[in-house]
């Protein structure tokens, strides 16, 4: 039964769906569990990506396997995956491609477009943020717009298509921070942290003792894509957008109700797109557990990964120690759930 005849099934059908997802989970970590040991949050918070469709910041110090997890993603899916690694000297052509000159055998020259690493499903832009600004720029379009424009012609993108930046929060020296409006076309910025002890030491046992198993697709990219139209047909009440919403306003200063600690640590706020954010990846994780409908704790629970890039903190919260989980954790703290 495809899933993009959901609307028209029964309720009994529909709760099947519902299930089939949900089962999908387990299928997806077993998979992932052969090359990523813990890390469940960020696993989830990756998947909820994919599933809703969004594009993925990843912030982690080096050698927390932030490569490793985007490739076994791309294979438990059966997506095509590139790597880019971006340095100080890539150029805009690298990432999308460029023209060369081209000579049939009967000697006419035409110019040929070259497609680039960017057409692909994944995504990988490895330290996105040490590349000038302009290569930056290279990605907006695709990450928009899904397609790539070169010599004033326009070339669609692979679809299911799908940007997995890292950046590390360490060596910030010659690094080019990523601008708010390419910051906010990202979807989450999920934090990678260090493994507990427990796993630190599996993680070493397994990648010391034998090659890792190989990873078997479970998807396809046409799944993915009825996946993402399933997602967008969850129900969510009222008052559980209307909170979305909320939270997401409520970062930002200088409007009238603003709250005082608001106007003092925050110089800029989240726009329209995190409470999107917030209802999009409420409804992927619906359909991930198994519900039926989006609930406040989807909401709550997903206002780290989308706010901790799309609220700018003034100079006062840096001089005062205070950190933009401080800020969410105390936002979440005043505005409780109905």
């Known amino acids: 039964m495809s899933i993009d005849s959901l609307g028209s099934l029964s309720v009994e059908d529909e709760a099947r769906i519902v299930q089939q997802i949900a089962d999908a989970r387990s299928s997806i970590t077993r998979e992932l569990s052969k090359t990523i040991i813990g890390q469940d949050e960020v696993i989830e918070q990756l998947l909820l990506c994919l599933f809703a469709g969004g594009h993925c910041l990843i912030t982690g110090a080096p050698g927390l396997a932030k490569t490793l997890l985007v490739r076994s993603v791309s294979e438990v899916f059966h997506l095509n995956f590139q790597r880019i690694q971006f340095t100080p000297d890539l150029m805009p052509a690298d990432i999308t491609g460029t023209e060369i000159l081209e000579q049939d055998s009967g000697g006419h020259r035409s110019l040929k477009f070259v497609p680039g690493p960017i057409f692909a499903n994944v995504i990988l832009a490895d330290e996105i943020n040490r590349t000038p600004p302009k290569t930056q720029a290279a990605l907006l379009e695709a990450m928009q717009e899904h397609q790539v424009t070169a010599a004033g012609k326009r070339y669609p993108l692979q679809e299911p298509f799908f940007v997995l930046a890292t950046q590390n929060p360490i060596e910030m020296e010659g690094t080019y921070p ?161």
């Open 178 to 338: 990523l601008p708010e409006a390419q910051l906010d076309r990202f979807m989450f910025n999920v934090l990678i942290d260090y493994l507990p002890p427990e796993d630190e030491l599996s993680v070493v046992l397994q990648t010391t003792s034998r090659s890792p198993e190989k990873i078997v697709p479970l998807f396809s990219g046409e799944d993915v894509q009825n996946f993402h139209q399933a997602v967008r047909r969850v129900p969510i009440a009222r008052e559980v957008a209307e909170h979305a919403v909320k939270l997401a306003s409520a970062t930002r200063p200088g409007r009238e109700g603003s709250a005082d600690w608001i106007n003092h640590w925050v110089s800029w706020g989240a726009g329209l797109r995190a409470a999107q954010t917030l209802v999009l990846g409420g409804k992927a994780r619906a359909l991930l557990r198994g519900q039926s409908h989006v609930t406040f704790d989807d909401i709550r629970t997903l206002a780290h990964p989308t706010l901790r890039h799309r609220v700018l903190l003034s100079y006062k919260a840096e001089a005062e120690g205070v950190t933009i989980e401080d800020v969410i954790d105390r936002l979440l703290k005043s505005i409780p759930a109905a």
